[in-house]
């Protein structure tokens, strides 16, 4: 190679030589383009704050709030009940305050959670709902199941007066036949009210959470279907034998000679 050709591509490299060695620790201190998919998830992720928004901590505070409120009201009535065992009561008692006392524990430890731990959390709170789901029906369930019972014992104790009532009518020589069909008929209502009820306790009194099982949350959701239709039909022997008894009442006054202008006057 002669001289005036290597002066010449002297001259040509040495200016780009020098160019790259002013600008190479620029580039090196600048984040190159991430193309590939998987290396930009990881920069997003990396990039990504750690710590929840606080709208979504207070979201699940306040869920967890109204599950406690809730499940606090059912454990109040729970101990007004007065037909349901002891041992039943004492059994969803338990279950409701081991609840409760997850859904606070759980409550401090979201307060500081991430982002991450947050999602599992509320996730738990959610699995933790299977007891909240089949406690909240099971007492309201039991607990009108519980009032059932004791208008059916009100309705049979009066049922009893209204026959002393209708014997001394058929002694004293009145036609009582239609009393003693509407009383009969008050009689069945109450005895079928009774049945009903019976078969409302003995349904749903057992039930516990079914844990992720499917083939149990099956069970527990027919028998809760089965649980209501029972307590309807008990709610409506109990009206049936209400109107019976209004029946037999105003009958009784009509043969005792008092009418509703009658008893107006004495009122007044």
Do not use: W
Not at 65 to 85: C, H, K, Q, W, Y
Not at 127 to 141: D, E, H, K, S
Request: charged share 20%; proline share 3%; hydrophobic share 40%.
């Amino acid at each position: 190679m002669n001289t005036y050709t290597t002066r010449k591509i002297a001259t040509v490299v040495l200016p780009i030589m020098c160019a790259l060695a002013f600008t190479t620790p620029a580039l090196a201190t600048t984040t190159p383009k991430v193309n590939h998919p998987v290396a930009k998830t990881a920069v997003k992720s990396a990039n990504k704050s750690t710590t929840p928004p606080v709208t979504k901590v207070s979201k699940t505070e306040t869920e967890i709030d109204t599950r406690v409120s809730a499940l606090t009201a059912l454990e109040n009535r729970i101990t007004a009940m007065t037909r349901v065992g002891q041992e039943v009561k004492n059994q969803l008692t338990t279950t409701i305050q081991s609840t409760i006392s997850s859904l606070g524990a759980l409550k401090t430890k979201i307060a500081t959670d991430s982002t991450t731990a947050l999602k599992a959390d509320t996730l738990a709170m959610t699995a933790g709902t299977r007891v909240y789901a089949l406690v909240v029906p099971q007492v309201r369930i039991l607990a009108a199941a519980d009032r059932a019972s004791t208008v059916a014992s009100m309705l049979t104790n009066v049922d009893a007066k209204l026959k002393t009532r209708i014997t001394d009518a058929t002694t004293a020589g009145k036609d009582v036949t239609a009393l003693t069909t509407a009383e009969a008929d008050m009689a069945a209502k109450i005895s079928d009210a009774n049945t009903q009820v019976q078969a409302v306790l003995a349904g749903i009194s057992t039930l516990t959470p079914d844990n992720g099982d499917k083939t149990k949350l099956t069970a527990n959701t027919l028998a809760l279907k089965t649980a209501r239709t029972a307590l309807k039909t008990a709610e409506q022997d109990l009206m049936t034998a209400q109107k019976d008894s209004k029946t037999i009442v105003s009958a009784l006054k009509v043969m005792d000679g008092v009418t509703t202008t009658d008893t107006t006057t004495k009122t007044q």
